[in-house]
């Protein structure tokens, strides 16, 4: 009977020893999960933070990067701006510049003289067109207003030599003959009345025998071609 009791009282010893020795290992275990998860939270918010901050690094950095470039852009613009202003002054210049020297093709209104030698009766005429009779017309024109003046399609220059070989013209250097078509951009009304008032060089050589034709154009049909020569200064040079 007595041995009975002494292991109930061993078994109520034991029983009570396990329950709270269960309720450490719980009370351990939720302590530990509750740490645990603690420690993860804190982690994933460290790594959320670290993220952010490379981030916003980035972002600084590409905004930095950004601004540079537009700051460069308007840069570029202004350049080009002023570059292209400034090829602007430059292609009106080299414009200007290629007219006076007459490097352009023109097309305009003005006038257009023929001339031709006299009629031959069977023999041959001694009425001819002379080189200096093309240059007394070529000033006159001038005199009178024209802008351009070819002569054959052979552009009169500053420069421009006309000059007879035996019984051969030369203009530029180009060998031409009759009839002389000499064509003047400007104003048709001036230039027709300047070249055929009374008196003038054209009337004389009508006279003389030479036919003589001046047409006025008021559209701009006459086509001027542009100077092939070459310019060569061989005893010019600039001032230092």
Request: aromatic share 4%; proline share 2%; hydrophobic share 35%.
């Amino acid at each position: 009977m007595k041995h009975l009791e002494n292991k109930l009282k061993i078994g109520l010893i034991l029983g009570t020893m396990c329950a709270f020795l269960t309720a450490g290992i719980v009370i351990q275990v939720k302590t530990v999960k509750s740490s645990v998860t603690t420690v993860g939270k804190t982690q994933t918010e460290n790594e959320l933070r670290d993220s952010v901050l490379r981030w916003k690094e980035k972002y600084n950095n590409a905004y930095e990067k950004l601004e540079k470039k537009e700051t460069e852009l308007e840069q570029l613009r202004k350049d080009v701006s002023n570059s292209n202003e400034s090829g602007k002054g430059l292609s009106n210049k080299l414009e200007k510049y290629n007219l006076l020297l007459g490097r352009n093709d023109l097309i305009g209104k003005g006038v257009i003289i023929t001339l031709k030698d006299g009629e031959s009766r069977g023999i041959a005429t001694d009425v001819i067109v002379h080189a200096e009779d093309i240059l007394e017309v070529i000033n006159s024109l001038k005199n009178a207003g024209a802008e351009a003046i070819s002569v054959n399609n052979q552009r009169i220059i500053s420069r421009t030599a006309i000059s007879c070989v035996g019984n051969v013209i030369t203009i530029n250097g180009e060998k031409v003959g009759p009839p002389f078509v000499i064509k003047a951009i400007g104003l048709p009304s001036q230039l027709f009345g300047g070249i055929t008032m009374t008196g003038h060089y054209i009337s004389k050589l009508e006279e003389a025998g030479v036919q003589v034709k001046v047409d006025q154009v008021d559209k701009d049909t006459i086509v001027i071609p542009k100077y092939e020569g070459i310019y060569k200064l061989e005893y010019a040079s600039n001032i230092e």
